[in-house]
């Protein structure tokens, strides 16, 4: 296992959240995939494994423990990846949280592309991919066509995550309709929200914090 899965486990430990060696060696093997097919096309600005841990797993495994709680007694909670990019957040959530379906959307065609190859290789069920636009009504008929692994026809998630999407406002308004009454957004920003519940993180080797706000939608 590489020095960087190592000290990503202890950071993680550190917030609550164990994760086995088999999660970190996925995880190692995604970042490589990322780097090699990265070197093709545009997936990432992160041209090393160090880089590529800590400026974007590891902040998409900031979501992990909170996403954990607030959904817990939930035995398969379907969490969806809105505009999810090389999958920093979503791929980094399935591999560490075998437990929940793992939704990938995306609308550029050579990310989910991408993403549906590597999923396959790192062997992780939980996942789906779904190349569409990342609006609420065109994501959600995706959704409705594609079907869950679950068994669950509707279409909407317990949580739905959105990094580095849009600006917060609309990030808000586009991930919120994919969110089934009782369930989360959780949106990663830079500064502080000023509604919802806040994550407070701060990543290794960096001296200023980063939020997740986490917005309840009412229950019909």
């Known amino acids: 296992m590489t020095p960087e899965a190592l000290e990503a486990g202890a950071w993680l430990a550190e917030r609550g959240a164990v994760l086995p060696e088999s ?44 996403l954990r709680s607030r ?46 190859w590597t999923t396959t290789r790192l062997r992780l069920p939980n ?26 026809t509707e279409p909407m998630a317990d949580a739905v995550t ?5 600006p917060r406002d609309e990030a808000f308004t586009l991930a919120r309709p994919l969110a089934a009454p009782g369930g989360w957004t959780a949106l990663f920003t830079s500064d502080r929200p000023e509604e919802g519940e806040t994550e407070v993180y701060r990543l290794p080797g960096e001296e200023k914090d980063r939020y997740i706000s986490f917005v309840r939608k009412e229950p019909t």
């Open 162 to 166: 959105a990094r580095a999407l849009a």
């Open 71 to 116: 959904l817990e007694g939930k035995p398969r909670p379907r969490v969806l990846d809105l505009g999810c990019g090389g999958g920093f957040v979503g791929v980094a959530l399935a591999a560490a949280w075998p437990e929940a379906e793992v939704w990938l959307v995306d609308s550029v065609y050579k990310k989910t592309s991408f993403l549906t």
């Open 23 to 66: 999660a970190l060696a996925t995880l190692d093997a995604y970042a490589k995939d990322v780097l090699e097919y990265g070197a093709r096309t545009n997936l990432t600005a992160a041209s090393t494994a160090a880089e590529l841990w800590r400026r974007h797993i590891l902040d998409g495994l900031a979501a992990l423990a909170p």
């Open 127 to 152: 996942v789906r991919v779904v190349h569409g636009r990342a609006d609420g009504t065109g994501a959600l008929e995706l959704l409705r066509h594609a079907g869950g692994a679950s068994g669950r």
